[in-house]
């Protein structure tokens, strides 16, 4: 099978590998959509713990295909079955686990990630992952396409964020970041009756495609943030904002741009040994702020999502802006990384 293998910083090609083959209490999924994420971009740059030039990985953790194959122990699952896959698995008994937090064990795996992922023809879903949950039948009639359930993943993340801020009803929301998952937050937003979405983005091309994407946002790319959005707030900030970039300087600004019980979902984690936050407890405490943070997504968040999508009460096509052949993946990433484009997608 193709497979776009990685050995380590910026080393990566796309080869002829052995189709794998699974054991009993595993599945074998036909990769049909792959979505690249911005994280995939920064472990290619920056490479990753455990890739190296002996032990290559295969990245990619926003998946979705066919049921191949599956192990005789497995239930609930056959052949020719569309499924989408969340990609983090846990050890299924510490606390985090059993509490439905597979994400956020200490054992946390996923595919893409710390073992083998989606940016090939097959991929292998092991015991734990078919044993957890994570692999979701998709119901393919009407709209729904492999794209967008490849697309759930990131979406699932953003959910996560959006519930942490507990976004309601006729809210003000400023999002920071105007990239695909700064755009999903604004959907969701809109989908739980934001009474005013604005996004603020310093490169103004990404702008440009996010209100050809969502025409309602009120976008700003100016360098007065605080006065456009006392302006569109009556002078008295946004209820909730989320930092969609990996930004210190969006965190710390971002309070003074709240309103009294406001909300801020700190989405965007910063890169490794950047400067940190300063955070103004005093408007923390005078305001009655709620900081939040949010990172991956779990299991439930991830059916949520692909339920919003399958039964069209958010339609993420906006966001699905290339398609791409697993050959074309030099064209793919060089997008990915100028952020010229939103989501791109390897479809197989
Ligand atoms: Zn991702
Ligand atoms: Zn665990």
Redesign the pocket.
């Known amino acids: 099978m193709k497979a776009l293998r990685f050995y380590g910083k910026n080393d990566y090609r796309l080869e002829e590998i052995e189709k794998p083959s699974i054991s009993q209490d595993e599945i074998l999924l036909k990769v049909k959509a792959a979505a690249v994420c911005g994280s995939d971009i920064r472990m290619i740059q920056n490479g990753y713990a455990g890739v190296t030039k002996e032990t290559p990985r295969t990245y990619g953790h926003e998946i979705a295909g066919i049921i191949e194959a599956v192990g005789e122990q497995v239930t609930g699952y056959h052949i020719g079955m569309s499924v989408a896959v969340a990609p983090n698995m ?9 509490a439905g937090n ?1 994400h956020l ?4 795996k996923a595919f893409g990630i710390n073992m083998d992922g989606g940016f090939a023809e097959y991929v292998v879903i092991p015991a734990e992952a078919v044993r957890q949950g994570n692999v979701v039948p998709v119901d393919m009639s009407g709209a729904m396409t492999f794209e967008k359930a490849a697309i759930i993943e990131p979406l699932s993340c953003v959910f996560n964020g959006f519930e942490k801020a507990g976004i309601k009803p006729c809210d003000t929301v400023l999002i920071i970041g105007a990239g695909p998952i700064g755009i999903l937050h604004g959907m969701l937003a809109k989908m739980a009756g934001a009474s005013k979405v604005m996004i603020t983005d310093l490169n103004e091309q990404r702008l440009n495609m996010c209100k050809k994407a969502e025409p309602e946002f009120l976008t700003y790319a100016g360098d007065n943030l605080k006065e456009f959005v006392m302006e569109q707030t009556e002078g008295k900030g946004v209820q909730v904002c989320i930092t969609a970039c990996p930004s210190a300087k969006a965190q710390s600004d971002s309070l003074e741009l709240l309103a009294m019980n406001g909300r801020v979902n700190f989405f965007g984690g910063l890169p490794a040994g950047s400067a940190k936050a300063e955070i103004d407890t005093n408007l923390v405490h005078y305001r009655q702020l709620i900081l939040t943070g949010s990172a991956r997504s779990s299991l439930t968040q991830y059916r949520k999502c692909l339920k919003l999508v399958q039964s069209g009460i958010l339609d993420v096509s906006p966001v699905i802006s290339d398609l791409y052949s697993l050959e074309q993946y030099e064209e793919a990433f060089a997008a990915a990384k100028t952020g010229s484009n939103l989501k791109n997608i390897f479809v197989f």
Request: aromatic share 8%.
């Open positions: 846990g050890c299924g008994i510490c606390d985090e686990c059993v597979t064990c200490r054992e946390y």
